[in-house]
Nanobody
Framework: QVQLVESGGGLVQAGGSLRLSCAAS????????MGWYRQAPGKQREVVAV???????NYTDSVKGRFTISGDIAKRTVYLQMNSLKLEDTAVYYC????????????????WGQGTQVTVSS
């Protein structure tokens, strides 16, 4: 009923930049938050950045000053601009969203995209 589709991952040298995009579609009634998580090999999935429907943003400490989350939740899109990439940013990046559907207006659920690989090389 709800799909999150990411794009924009790839291979980049350390110090370079990438921009990730995520679009939500389906039977959406309202979106509370959209954000990005990442999971490196052998590690747990962690939050990277989140934007709320009111426009507030939050970042994990390791990306502050380097990554910027933006988007238009009303248009169901979110972006992650990643600058000054480091080797430790290598991970699969997942789009995440807290959504209520038309079939269950009072029940917000969390949805995930399929993930996009970001690899930073030296």
């Amino acid at each position: 009923q709800v799909q999150l589709v990411e794009s924009g991952g790839g291979l980049v040298q350390a110090g370079g930049s990438l921009r990730l995009s995520c679009a939500a579609s389906g039977s959406i009634f309202s979106i509370f938050t959209m954000g990005w998580y990442r999971q490196a090999p052998g590690k747990q999935r962690e939050v990277v950045a989140v934007i709320t429907s009111g426009g507030s943003t939050n970042y994990t400490d390791s990306v502050k000053g380097r990554f910027t989350i933006s988007g238009d939740i009303a248009k169901r899109t979110v972006y992650l601009q990643m600058n000054s990439l480091k080797l430790e940013d290598t991970a699969v990046y997942y789009c995440n969203s807290r959504i209520t559907t038309r079939q269950a207006i009072g029940v917000p659920l969390t949805y995930w995209g399929q993930g996009t690989q970001v690899t930073v090389s030296s």
